[in-house]
């Protein structure tokens, strides 16, 4: 199987397990202490791993720029959730991602990208803002969600230069995950005057889960941007918002508007144009 192939798939199944954990975080009745298990779990599960794998020399100062930036975006993203809904807040945070990532990486770093696949990034980017056409979104809920798509971008940039760093992309997932986990208890911790620690005691089932599939979806993700380019890969991460769709309408019992169901097929046109290109 090609190399961009794999990656592709992996990026593919990558989103859609984002998606679950993204929808498990925002039912949690607090959404810091949520994450924080998500996050400190995940930790856990791969600590004993830095036992085993390699350590990351060459790419440890972009795991301490991944794990700052990831500070930014986890607390831009709990302000986002408190106050809009998943499937307003969701398409405007992931949307403008690979926007942004394709901003950098394609006009900055001069990675290349075909015609075919910077169509698919814009079309997917576009795509998933038309999911949003007629849901109202706050003025400061839409600040936050842009806030975290700025993130996300950036930590795709720096974790996609850094796993390529590292002695091979094993090493930088179990050390990422567990820096970040460690940061990310430490900053809800702080910031909550540790009442975050009582809040989790309530809701650590659904947190454990969510911090496993988080190993797992950013794993993926991680895994693929050692094989191919940044840009094209992560616009095919956003495919995710389809199962966020799908999850909203079922579960959340949110209805499928006709923007809604025209986004989704803009979503999956764009990322057939990168496939293809």
């Given amino acids: 199987m090609p190399a961009f192939t794999l990656a592709a798939l992996l990026m593919i199944a990558s989103g859609s397990i984002h998606a679950i954990v993204n929808a498990i975080v925002k039912g949690g009745r607090d959404k810091a202490a949520g994450r924080a298990v998500t996050d400190g779990t995940s930790a856990i599960l791969l600590l004993p791993f830095t036992l085993f794998v390699p350590l990351p020399h060459g790419a440890w100062i972009w795991l301490a720029a991944s794990a700052v930036v990831h500070c930014f975006y986890l607390y831009a993203l709990i ?38 696949q910077i169509a698919g990034i814009v079309l997917i980017g576009a795509a998933m803002f038309v999911m949003i056409a007629g849901r109202h979104i706050g003025r400061a809920a839409l600040g936050w969600s842009l806030a975290t798509g700025v993130c996300i971008a950036a930590y795709t940039v720096v974790d996609a230069i850094g796993v390529r760093a590292a002695p091979n992309p094993v090493s930088y997932i179990v050390w990422l995950f567990v820096l970040m986990g460690a940061v990310v208890v430490l900053m809800f911790g702080i910031l909550s005057r540790g009442a975050m620690f009582i809040a989790a005691r309530a809701q650590w089932r659904p947190g454990v ?28 991460r956003e495919t995710g918002m389809v199962t966020a769709l799908i999850i909203s309408i079922l579960f959340l019992k949110e209805r499928a508007t006709a923007g809604r169901i025209a986004g989704v097929f803009g979503i999956l046109a764009g990322a057939a144009l990168i496939l293809a290109g």
């Fill in 209 to 236: 889960m969510a911090g496993a599939l988080s190993i797992l979806t950013y794993g993926m993700a991680l895994t693929a941007f050692s094989l191919g380019p940044t840009a094209p890969l992560a616009a095919l």
């Fill in 79 to 116: 302000r986002a959730y408190r106050i809009a809904d998943l499937s307003a807040a969701y398409p405007v945070l992931r949307g403008t991602a690979p926007l942004f990532t394709a901003l950098v990486t394609l006009g900055f770093l001069r990675e290349s990208a075909t015609i075919s």
